[in-house]
């Protein structure tokens, strides 16, 4: 934190569960605001150098994928070293495996002078017995003080089982996880130590074989949920709902009575972590988990379990493939040599496909299997050609790029009777035979159009929808009243009136985006709502509707919104995050008073033309987080907004006040 000009670079060792990435993110988020610019990033075993500026590009100047695959790895580290010429920045790579792979990114990093020498690595340690004890405790009864939440008749055998952790957090949190979901009494805790004492006796490898009990100890229906974690790349942060469609595309998520088959899902996750045998990445302004990562260590657990039990295999992991003609399920790294032959030995017996890649989109076939459930390969471009009754059956998830052809898109689509998600990413014309789907629930498809007469009506069961604006916003989209998110990109214009009269009768829903559309329409009041958390508004508002009770994000754009638009927004009970970017307040003036924006915690104001900003004292008595950008007419802050001004930034520099 020193203003010296140096890089200072700070090693944190320890062998894997020690808490080091966890320590790195306290420390980051405590502190990042205090750089110019900023950036968090893992690496796995198997890294690719232009993947990781990539990323690294992504969070210090924005670069799109896209930008960046235009780009060779000499242009993208010039652009970094230029970017961060002259800046303090902060940039925390997790995961290094080895000297050569420090020694190939500190090359693109700018130093002023010298690397720092009195900088010594930081070593973590284990946990003594008062700290195990109160992690173990916060863990077993997260709503109780640790250091009274325990039974006095349960201590005795809770530090009998603690001590087997031998002070490593990711044991002990384990372990915790495990407890928490047992009945509170000596014999159920005294069953749990027994079954620790028997499986740990004679191993050389405790944590694994704590790791592996919590595995055995899951319910049934999260042991697939779990090995299906493993699937996934290391360190890769796994969108939630990704995860929970493939879930329930392979069949692990049972339905229950009137229950919707996405909620059990959601609950499996939250069940995962609450054993901590995944963790939550980043949580949604409902609460509910965003992202996930499975911990090396699990991971590792993951793949042995499920290559015992021939659950799934990985391709190019670790320079590793396997020769099985029975895979049922397949992950693919990068590389797809040798990925017909694999198809091919196995067509019989696959069930999943899932290939991960960032580079540029191979041509790849989605092979006939009819035991085919979820095929996910989101930058690939896929060939398919002349398909046969119920090929394709089974395939309940669907994600792509795009088709090489719109004729072999169509005759396909045609074919998936049973099919619950498909993701189109590139732009194209979604065909007739789209609407004959009549078991889907989530069609994401943004930059797509429809082709012909749209037949919303048949799609009963959406409870996604993402579509480039047509005329089928004005066919029946007011009777997919099981709409969760919806989402339409392009001019709505022409379709306000039918827009907005199906969006008053859309009450499930929990996201609202229009995104590119010009002007919004004069929405109903959103008081019945109740779900509806998350608004991204692109286009002009003649006057703001009544909003969700209980909005927790609002992003607006080219809105223009006069100045009597905030004292509308500060009323907003359960509002967490507010953006206004450029064009989507036209005042030159804001004033937000007292009591007002009561739990407002992240503010981003992007090219507004405001000069004076006056915020009376209890307002935004909640804030953490504001961050000005491209607002050069806005000469002096409110004194509340200046305490924070570490966290504000001017365009190129950090504004403190």
């Not at 306290?26 to 500026?53: M, P, R, T, W």
């Not at 592996?212 to 090995?227: E, G, I, Q, R, V």
């Not at 099981?482 to 859309?506: F, M, P, T, W």
Request: charged share 25%; hydrophobic share 40%.
């Amino acid at each position: 934190m020193s203003t010296e000009s140096r890089r200072c670079v700070i090693s944190i060792i320890g062998m894997g569960g020690l808490g080091k990435t966890t320590l790195a993110k306290k420390v980051y988020h405590d502190v990042k605001h205090n750089f110019d610019c900023h950036a968090f990033v893992y690496l796995s075993e198997q890294f690719g150098i232009k993947d990781v500026l990539m990323r690294i590009l992504k969070c210090v100047m924005g670069l799109s994928r896209e930008e960046g695959e235009k780009l060779n790895e000499d242009e993208l580290g010039m652009m970094l070293r230029d970017h961060l010429r002259e800046k303090r920045y902060l940039l925390v790579i997790d995961d290094i495996w080895s000297t050569q792979a420090w020694d190939t990114l500190k090359l693109v990093l700018p130093i002023a002078l010298y690397a720092d020498p009195s900088c010594h690595p930081h070593e973590m340690r284990l946990l003594n017995d008062d700290e195990g004890w109160e992690l173990f405790m916060k863990k077993i009864f997260p709503e109780g003080d640790p250091s009274t939440a325990c039974p006095v008749e349960l201590e005795e055998t809770g530090r009998k089982i603690l001590a087997k952790c031998g002070g490593l957090p990711l044991a002990i949190l384990v372990l915790g996880g495990l407890l928490s979901k047992k009945d509170k009494t000596f014999s159920s805790w005294s069953k749990v130590l027994k079954s620790v004492n028997r499986h740990l006796t004679e191993s050389s490898d405790q944590c694994r074989d704590i790791l592996a009990l919590s595995y055995w100890d899951l319910p049934y229906y999260l042991k697939p949920c779990f090995l299906y974690l493993g699937l996934f790349p290391e360190d890769y942060e796994i969108d939630s709902w990704t995860l929970i469609n493939m879930w329930i595309a392979e069949g692990f998520i049972p339905q229950k009575d009137n229950s919707i088959v996405e909620d059990v899902a959601e609950d499996y996750l939250e069940e995962l972590v609450g054993r901590s045998m995944i963790q939550a990445a980043s949580k949604e302004a409902n609460g509910s988990i965003g992202s996930c990562r499975i911990h090396d260590l699990l991971r590792d657990l993951s793949i042995s379990e499920a290559t015992q039990n021939n659950f799934f295999t990985l391709h190019n992991d670790n320079g590793t493939s396997s020769s099985s003609t029975s895979v049922r399920r397949l992950a693919l790294y990068d590389n797809i040599d040798g990925y017909n032959e694999h198809i091919n030995r196995s067509i019989a017996t696959l069930r999943s496909i899932l290939w991960f890649s960032e580079d540029n989109m191979p041509l790849l076939l989605i092979p006939g299997g009819k035991l085919l459930r979820v095929f996910d390969a989101s930058s690939a471009e896929i060939l398919r050609g002349a398909t046969r009754d119920g090929e394709f059956f089974n395939l309940r998830y669907l994600k792509i790029y795009k088709f090489a052809s719109t004729k072999s898109l169509s005759s396909f689509i045609g074919n998936l009777s049973n099919l619950l998600t498909l993701e189109i990413s590139s732009t194209g014309i979604l065909p007739n035979a789209i609407w004959n789907l009549e078991e889907l629930r989530h069609l994401d498809a943004l930059r797509c159009s429809v082709d012909g007469h749209p037949q919303l009506n048949n799609l009963r069961n959406l409870q996604t929808l993402s579509l480039g604006a047509g005329s089928w916003i004005n066919d029946d989209l007011g009777k997919l009243t099981n709409l969760r998110q919806l989402q339409i990109a392009g001019d709505v214009s022409s379709y306000h009136k039918a827009l907005s009269e199906s969006v008053e009768k859309l009450c499930n829903l929990r996201a609202l985006s229009l995104v590119n559309g010009h002007s919004i329409p004069p929405f109903m009041p959103f008081t019945h709502h109740l779900y509806l958390y998350q608004m991204d508004l692109d286009g002009r508002i003649e006057k703001l509707p009544v909003l969700p009770p209980n909005l927790a994000e609002l992003r607006l754009l080219h809105s223009k919104l006069e100045q009597d638009a905030i004292s509308t927004l500060e009323k907003l009970p359960h509002l967490k995050y507010l953006a206004l970017w450029r064009n989507s307040y036209d005042s030159k003036k804001m004033f937000c008073s007292s009591g007002g924006f009561p739990r407002l915690e992240e503010l981003y104001l992007f090219g507004l033309p405001l000069e004076e900003w006056i915020v009376e004292e209890g307002a935004m008595p909640s804030l953490k987080s504001v961050v000005l950008e491209k607002m050069p007419n806005l000469k002096t802050l409110p004194e509340q907004i200046r305490v924070l001004s570490k966290w504000i930034y001017g365009e190129g520099e950090r504004s403190g006040a």
